[in-house]
Structures are given as structure tokens and as C-alpha cells.
């Protein structure tokens, strides 16, 4: 049995994968991200990159009727470095406006930046189909 998963690994490993292609599996979360030719330094020029992202996103969003709960902002430095910064809610975002100013306020939370950003990423997880689709989550009065 051993041998067998060596095996499988080894074959892995140098690219062999046998398994069948299943396309058709339901998505998990949906992103984007842009890497830039120069290092950006200041808040309004990231600002200026993560607008496209957001509308990228969220265009995927409205084509297939979905929406989220968790946004995560991915920033690789210079040096190659990668942070990732998220935030959930208990309902699912419905509106543009919404997700652009989370993924702002992420970003901004980083400021100010020790070393040049190469790459800003945006996600949408906690996937739904709609609102309605979403079991609240209880609150406790405290």
C-alpha cells in the first residue's frame, strides 16, 4: 500500500496525473489579480489598481448570479513577499459599492508600506447563489 502512494507521488511529481478532469465542480471563491511592471509606494496608486479588480470581480459576480461573504485583499511585495488580509460578514455582499469600499479599507489598513508593492489581488469567497440562499447566523445578546 505504501509503495502504491510513492508511486502516485512520484508520478505527481513529474507531472503524470491520470485522474479524470472534472470542470463542472462548483467554484469556491472568484478572483483576480494584476502584477505591475513597477513597484507601486503610494496609497492612491493602489487604489487606482484595485478599482479594476473589484470590477472584474464582481462582473464574474452578476454573470453567474452569485454573491459573497468573505473579501481578501493579496498583496506580493517586491521581494516577493506575500501578504493576504480578509474580512467576512454574516451576509453575503450585494453590491459593488460595498465590496470596493471593504477592499479599500483593506488595503488602506496597510499603510503605510515599508517596501514597493509588485502584485494586488482581490478574492470573493463563502460563495452563494443569492441572498436568500444563506442561513443567518444567530447573535447573541451580550
Not at 502516485?8 to 478532469?21: E, H, S
Not at 511592471?37 to 487604489?47: A, E, N, V
Not at 464582481?58 to 485583499?73: A, F, H, K, N, P
Not at 506580493?76 to 493576504?84: D, G, H, P, S, V
Amino acid at each position: 500500500m505504501m509503495v502504491g502512494l510513492l508511486f502516485f507521488l512520484l508520478r505527481l511529481c513529474r507531472g503524470i496525473d491520470r485522474r479524470p478532469v472534472l470542470p463542472n465542480r462548483i467554484r469556491k471563491s472568484i478572483g483576480a489579480e494584476n502584477t505591475f511592471s513597477r513597484d507601486l509606494t503610494s496609497l492612491d496608486d493602489m487604489r487606482a489598481e484595485l478599482d479594476p479588480l473589484v470590477d472584474k470581480v464582481w462582473q464574474y459576480c452578476e454573470s453567474i448570479g452569485v454573491r459573497g461573504r468573505t473579501v481578501t485583499l493579496k498583496v506580493k511585495f517586491a521581494n516577493f513577499q506575500i501578504i493576504t488580509r480578509s474580512r467576512s460578514y454574516i451576509a453575503p455582499i450585494s453590491v459593488r459599492s460595498t465590496l470596493a469600499s471593504i477592499s479599500e479599507e483593506l488595503l488602506a489598513a496597510q499603510f503605510p508600506m515599508r517596501k514597493g508593492v509588485r502584485l494586488l489581488g482581490l478574492s470573493l469567497s463563502s460563495l452563494c447563489a443569492d441572498a436568500g440562499d444563506v442561513d443567518p447566523q444567530m447573535t447573541l445578546a451580550l
